[in-house]
């Protein structure tokens, strides 16, 4: 919300799962963490022979094209002294991984998927990243498990 306009506080909204909340944005975070744990995302992914082209559904162009415009926002957030550019770029990050996620399985059981699999964990953690450096801007605590 800009800064300049009055804010009316609602307990149960402010701490919903839902919406424009923080709590919605540490749930995000802990599901890109759980995904990336049950992948077991740190073992053997080298980052250099990831193939990035199969990231090629709508999807995962539009939270690829909506990362490439993290640096633009908080230097327009910076330059204007209004957080709320950082915090609706990070709520848009946010509905758009969890609409992903819902309609794309990011890890595959077939083992001839394993390289669209490597390409949608990189994405995850590209995400989770984001979110972390966001909400570290915006003095939001970000949890691995909620």
């Not at 923080?22 to 599901?31: F, V």
């Not at 910076?78 to 609409?99: D, G, T």
């Not at 990189?122 to 498990?145: F, M, R, S, Y």
Request: with cysteine.
């Amino acid at each position: 919300q800009d800064s300049e306009k009055r804010i009316i506080f609602d307990k149960e909204k402010a701490l919903s799962f839902a919406g424009e909340t923080g709590p919605y944005l540490q749930y995000t975070y802990a599901r890109c963490a759980s995904i990336l744990k049950k992948s077991c995302h740190s073992e053997g992914n080298e980052e250099s022979s990831i193939d990035y082209s199969l990231l090629s559904n709508d999807e995962e162009k539009a939270i690829l094209i909506h990362l490439a415009q993290l640096e633009k926002t908080v230097q327009k957030s910076a330059n204007e002294y209004k957080p709320n550019y950082i915090a609706r770029y990070v709520l848009e990050l946010a509905k758009l991984f969890n609409s992903y996620y819902q309609k794309h399985k990011i890890i595959q059981e077939d083992p001839t998927q394993k390289p669209l699999e490597h390409a949608r964990l990189a994405l995850v953690k590209a995400t989770q990243q984001v979110i972390a450096n966001t909400c570290d801007l915006l003095g939001i605590e970000v949890v691995e498990e909620m």
